[in-house]
């Protein structure tokens, strides 16, 4: 972060603020996020078999992701509603894991970094959610199930 950055979210007062983005040009833009979600190698198994309880993990993830994306604004106290032109999902899973990207693609004042963000954990939670009688321990907990590494790994903004 530069020295001369500040909080654009937050007046000289200390409120909390929309900034106002009426005056910046339309611009292309796009952001992809991922994260991944650790699981017990059966359970990684189940999924990729398609043979968990609640159906297709996957596809409902891939469902909620999506959702997420158009409902960012609902979330998210201070994101602007923004047109969103394409959301891209993927998922890859390793003997342990389930990882999810998201791309997100808007064309307007402000970026969709968040609408990424919120994409990847709303389907890794919905994944958890999907997969949670399998991840469960004998004292009803979750020792091997855990959310990381969510971050904004690409974020660009073109001229029209």
């Known amino acids: ?5 500040e909080l654009t979210h937050v007046t000289d007062d200390g409120d ?3 900034v106002d983005v009426g005056e910046k040009p339309d611009t292309a833009r796009r952001a992809v996020a991922r994260g991944e979600i650790t699981l017990q190698p059966s359970t990684v198994a189940a999924i990729e ?3 968990v309880e609640k159906g297709d993990v996957l596809a409902v993830a891939r469902v909620g992701a999506i959702q997420a994306v158009k409902h960012t ?3 998210v106290p201070m ?3 923004i047109p969103i032109t394409n959301v891209d999902t993927e998922f890859s899973t390793s003997e342990t894991a ?3 990207t998201v791309a997100v693609e808007t064309t307007g004042k402000t970026g969709c970094e968040m609408e990424a963000l ?3 954990t709303t389907g890794l939670n919905v994944v958890w959610d999907m997969v949670k009688a399998a991840e469960k321990d004998a004292d009803g907990q979750y020792p091997d199930t855990g959310i ?7 974020k660009e903004k073109r001229a029209l």
Do not use: P
């Open 1 to 5: 972060m530069s020295d001369d950055s």
């Open 49 to 51: 078999t398609n043979d």
């Open 79 to 81: 994101c602007h509603q």
């Open 16 to 18: 909390a603020q929309m």
């Open 148 to 154: 990381d590494s969510v971050e904004v790994i690409e």
């Open 98 to 100: 389930v990882e999810l």
């Open 73 to 75: 604004w609902e979330t």
């Open 118 to 120: 919120e994409g990847v």
